[in-house]
């Protein structure tokens, strides 16, 4: 079945460092891919997404390109703030419209 | 406009009682998903409805569990006897009934649910 793969954290970086985290997909078909994030105690937020290979998703200053020949989706931001600390989850959707989510990407932003 | 409405929030059970979890889907959407968070990892599918109808329960456990969507009122998810196994967040997404628009889920607060 479908899958996504995303980069094991914690990730810990300064205020303003560059943000990446890695995702990758195995997909039949070109799914929609999604990043959601999670506060602590929250529900999980649609942070970006991108419907076709080559489509760049943004938000918030963060933005990912969907990468068809590498079946990638990584998450970027240029300036991270401790306000982005969170969990960060890659998702696809599968034909049918259930999504398939990574493990999770815990995010600390020290000030 | 209200967002995905889920309660309780915090739901604590002994083993051998039952949970019933509530989602109220956004206004106007008539699909509704549920998921499950284990601790420490990601999200897992369990089922998809939509008014009267159970469209996908692939990812519903054989025993215990049951959702519905009734035509009026939110959805239910029903645990039956309930083991500490089953401690976790339960989260309900719903989504628009056409268009683009369709595929986008948007998620609820979550219940946590703890069975001592």
């Known amino acids: 079945g479908d899958s996504v793969t995303q980069m094991e954290g914690p990730v810990t970086l300064s205020e303003e460092a560059f943000l990446t985290i890695n995702c990758t997909y195995t997909a039949t078909g070109y799914p929609s891919l999604f990043w959601y994030v999670q506060y602590p105690g929250e529900g999980l937020q649609l942070l970006l997404k991108?419907?076709?290979?080559?489509d760049k998703g943004s938000n918030k200053g963060f933005e990912a390109t969907y990468r068809k020949e590498t079946t990638s989706f990584h998450l970027e931001k240029g300036s991270v703030q401790v306000s982005d600390s969170a969990v960060y989850f890659c998702a696809l959707r599968e034909y049918g419209n259930k999504l398939v989510f990574g493990a999770g990407t815990i995010l600390r932003v020290k000030s | 406009n209200a967002g995905v409405m889920q309660n309780p929030r915090h739901l604590v059970r002994r083993r051998g009682q039952e949970a019933r979890l509530r989602c109220s889907p956004v206004k106007g959407h008539s699909h509704v998903y549920w998921y499950r968070q284990l601790p420490e990892e990601g999200l897992k599918f369990m089922v998809y409805?939509?008014?009267?109808?159970?469209?996908?329960e692939s990812g519903m456990p054989k025993e215990r569990f049951s959702a519905e969507f009734p035509k009026e009122g939110p959805s239910i998810l029903r645990i039956q006897q309930v083991v500490r196994g089953d401690s976790a967040a339960y989260f309900c997404?719903?989504?628009?009934?056409?268009?683009?628009?369709?595929?986008?889920?948007?998620f609820g607060p979550g219940t946590r649910l703890l069975v001592l």
């Open positions: 991108a419907t076709k290979a080559d």
């Open positions: 409805l939509q008014k009267e109808n159970i469209i996908d």
């Open positions: 997404a719903s989504s628009q009934t056409s268009g683009d628009s369709k595929e986008t889920q948007y």
